[in-house]
């Protein structure tokens, strides 16, 4: 049942570290949209640039300046594909493997107090309905990235 929740969370771009004390420890060493991709990477073991970005749910240009700041840090690897040069491909260093691992322990153990908490019925509904807010919610950041912006601001990115 918790690697259900799992694949929930992570195939549908949901991202419950956000809201997890135990995962700011985590934090100190990156912020949680590289921890995101970390677990993503983890999950999927190798991801193109391109990839890693719609699972994210940001631009390129926004997943290419996090992805740099993860090699510097050396829990990423990128490089070209064989098949195609202009494909990048990312996929974990050890480091970042650890990283990931104490990331996914957390959510697993939260997973576990919400099952353990839970009645077999409750937790099949709960997934049910995880699913069904996520789908929602995705879908109203498609429709909010289709729609033409207002008005710009400009945001600080970390390097």
Do not use: C
Not at 40 to 55: R, V
């Amino acid at each position: 049942m918790i690697e259900q929740l799992l694949d929930l969370f992570v195939k549908n771009g949901l991202r419950p570290l956000n809201w997890m004390p135990e995962a700011r420890e985590l934090e100190q060493s990156v912020n949680s949209s590289e921890l995101s991709a970390l677990v993503l990477l983890d999950y999927y073991e190798e991801l193109t640039m391109s990839e890693l970005a719609e699972h994210l749910g940001a631009p390129l240009s926004t997943i290419t300046s996090l992805a740099k700041r993860l090699v510097r840090k050396e829990l990423i690897d990128r490089k070209q594909s064989d098949r195609d040069q202009r494909i990048i491909l990312v996929r974990l260093t050890s480091d970042g493997r650890q990283l990931a691992a104490q990331a996914k322990g957390i959510l697993e153990s939260s997973l576990v107090r919400v099952q353990d908490t839970l009645t077999a019925e409750e937790l099949q509904q709960f997934i049910a309905l995880a699913l069904k807010v996520g789908r929602a919610l995705q879908q109203g950041d498609k429709e909010e990235k289709a729609m033409p912006a207002k008005s710009l601001h400009k945001i600080q990115i970390e390097d």
